[in-house]
C-alpha cells in the first residue's frame, strides 16, 4: 500500500517536472541501442550512479537503455536531480492492436523523460518516414515525454553538397510540424549518418556549422527566444577524447553517445567535458 502510494507520488511530481527550461539545457544522453543483458545493464546503471557526482549539476545526464529494462533503471535514478530516463523508441500509434509496439503513454507510466526519435537506423532499417516520425512526436508531446528528434545527412548527401537542405527538409517534416511552445519541449539531435559508428567523427567546424544552420532554421521560424531556448546534441562517433572540443562550439549544446555510452567511465568523462 505504501509502495504504491510512493509510486503514485513519483509519477504525479513527474507529471510535472518536464525537464523544460527557458535557457538552454546541456545534455549528455547516451543511447545504447540494442547491446547489454540484464546483469551488464544493471552493472552499468550502478556505476553511471556511482559517478553521477563527478558531473556537473547543470548537466542533465540522460540513458536510454533497451525497453526491458527501463524499470529497472527507474529504481536506481529515482531522486538523482540531474539524471534521466530515456526510451529509444516509442510506437507511433497510441494504443491498442499493434503486436510488439511500445506507446508513450506506457512509457510515461514508467517515469520515462525523454524518448529518441527519428534515428538514422530506425529510418534506414525500420523505413521510418517523416509522417512516422511526426507521428511519434506528437504522441510523446500528448504524454509529456520529451523527444530528442534525430537529424542527419548521409555520406553521398555529404559529398553532393546536400546536407544543409536535407536536414532541413527533415526537420520540416518533424520538429517543425509543432508550434512554438510544442517545440521549446523538443531537443535536437544532428547525427551524419556517415559518422555513425564509424569512428570517423564530424570535425567540431563540419558540426558547428550544422548546428548554426539548424539555430538559424529554428530562428526564422520560432523567432530568436525560442531559437536560443532549444538544445542541439551532436551525436556520431563521440568520445571522451573528442568531446570538448566539439562541446566548445556555441551551438554544441551536449551529445547523443551510441558505442561510448556502454562503458561508464567513458560516458562520464563524456558528460563531465560539457
Ligand atoms: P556512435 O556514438 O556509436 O557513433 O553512435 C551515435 C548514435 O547513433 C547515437 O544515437
Not at 552499468?44 to 536510454?64: G, Y
Not at 504524454?143 to 555520406?155: A, D, F, H, K, M
Not at 558540426?207 to 538559424?216: E, G, Y
Request: net charge neutral.
Amino acid at each position: 500500500m505504501q509502495i504504491g502510494n510512493c509510486l503514485f507520488a513519483h509519477l504525479l511530481i513527474c507529471q510535472f517536472c518536464y525537464p523544460m527550461s527557458t535557457s538552454r539545457k546541456k545534455i549528455a544522453a547516451g543511447n545504447w541501442k540494442m547491446n547489454t543483458t540484464l546483469p551488464e545493464a544493471q552493472e552499468l546503471f550502478e556505476a553511471i550512479v556511482r559517478m553521477l557526482p563527478d558531473v556537473s549539476h547543470s548537466t542533465s545526464v540522460v540513458v536510454a537503455p533497451p525497453y526491458p529494462f527501463i524499470p529497472v533503471a527507474s529504481k536506481l535514478f529515482r531522486n538523482q536531480n540531474n539524471l534521466f530516463m530515456a526510451a529509444q523508441n516509442c510506437s507511433s500509434e497510441e494504443m491498442g492492436a499493434f503486436t510488439g509496439e511500445v506507446s508513450a503513454e506506457m512509457l510515461r507510466s514508467l517515469a520515462v523523460q525523454y524518448v529518441i526519435l527519428g534515428h538514422s537506423e530506425r529510418r534506414k532499417y525500420f523505413n521510418e518516414t517523416g509522417d512516422v516520425i511526426y507521428r511519434k512526436l506528437a504522441l510523446s508531446l500528448k504524454y509529456s515525454l520529451r523527444p530528442i528528434c534525430c537529424v542527419g545527412e548521409s555520406l553521398k548527401q555529404r559529398e553532393a553538397g546536400e546536407q544543409k537542405d536535407v536536414v532541413r527538409e527533415q526537420l520540416e517534416e518533424t520538429a517543425f510540424m509543432f508550434d512554438a511552445r510544442q517545440v521549446g519541449k523538443i531537443v535536437i539531435a544532428y547525427e551524419p549518418v556517415w559518422a555513425i559508428g564509424t569512428g570517423k567523427t564530424a570535425t567540431p567546424e563540419q558540426a558547428q556549422d550544422m548546428h548554426a544552420h539548424i539555430r538559424t532554421l529554428l530562428t526564422d521560424r520560432y523567432g530568436k527566444e525560442a531559437a536560443e531556448g532549444i538544445s542541439i546534441l551532436y551525436g556520431g562517433s563521440c568520445n571522451s577524447r573528442n568531446a570538448a572540443e566539439l562541446f566548445k562550439c556555441k551551438d554544441i549544446d551536449g551529445g547523443l553517445i551510441g558505442g561510448a555510452s556502454l562503458k561508464a567511465e567513458e560516458f562520464i568523462a563524456i558528460a563531465q567535458s560539457l
